[in-house]
């Protein structure tokens, strides 16, 4: 299976600190895109980075990607209640492959 | 940014019943959409690659025939759950590539299917 693994599972944090989260992944990819999901809601999607970038920045959101580790990372800066959720990280081999979604992290921050 | 529209987001239906959601690529043509599903606090698993004007490819484990693919048309995949059972219940997901520029794939906002 391609599929990918978050790591942690569970993140619990306090409101205003930083959420780190980690996405490693076993095949090459076109690019690997994050996802958030709130409890009974459909995905958002956050960020897509491409195999050739190192870092993507979207407001509080930063994720890096090693393909040379095969592994990704989303950090959340200043963490908010609201940012409580589950994301994911999905690769994407590209062509007309399917795009993997890994297992997720429940993120919890708690105000 | 290309865009896929699924509908409906939210269906309830009686047992027995089928069921269709409707996946819609908005401004770019998609030779091929995938149908994923989502059991609670699991991850997305697929279940299909519909390819327009072909038979769907399942992924192992998925009923062929209660879960049905029609990708009549190069914008529209449709999804019918037939004969619905409550384990049927889940949330249910397409996605289509956009062939133009990178290829890259992108998501609808789901269907969540309560079957009662």
């Known amino acids: 299976s391609q599929q990918g693994e978050e790591d942690p599972q569970a993140l619990s944090i306090q409101e205003g600190e930083n959420a780190t989260m980690n996405c490693s992944y076993k095949t090459s990819i076109n690019n690997l895109q994050w996802y958030r999901q709130n409890s009974g809601r459909g995905l958002v999607h956050l960020i897509l980075?491409?195999?050739?970038?190192r870092e993507k920045h979207s407001g509080r959101l930063r994720v890096t990607l090693d393909c040379s580790k095969k592994s990704s990372c989303l950090l959340i800066t200043a963490s908010r209640a609201a940012d409580t959720a589950s994301y994911f990280c999905?690769?994407?081999?590209?062509?007309?492959?399917?795009?993997?979604f890994g297992i997720g992290t429940k993120l919890q921050v708690i105000p | 940014g290309a865009v896929v529209s699924q509908h409906p987001s939210r269906v309830i239906c009686k047992s027995g019943t089928s069921v269709k959601i409707e996946c819609r690529s908005l401004?770019?043509?998609?030779?091929?959409m995938f149908w994923y599903r989502q059991f609670p606090k699991q991850s997305l698993m697929l279940m299909a690659t519909?390819?327009?004007?072909?038979?769907?490819?399942?992924e192992q484990g998925v009923e062929k025939d209660k879960f049905l693919i029609n990708h009549a048309s190069l914008t529209l995949s449709t999804l019918t759950v037939t004969s619905a059972h409550p384990e049927d219940s889940s949330f249910y997901i397409c996605?289509?590539?956009?062939?133009?520029?990178?290829?890259?794939?992108?998501f609808g906002q789901g269907t969540r299917l309560t079957v009662v």
């Open positions: 996605s289509a590539r956009d062939p133009q520029g990178a290829f890259e794939a992108f």
């Open positions: 980075i491409r195999s050739n970038e």
């Open positions: 519909s390819n327009e004007g072909s038979k769907a490819t399942y």
């Open positions: 999905a690769t994407d081999p590209g062509g007309y492959q399917k795009v993997t």
């Open positions: 401004d770019f043509q998609a030779t091929t």
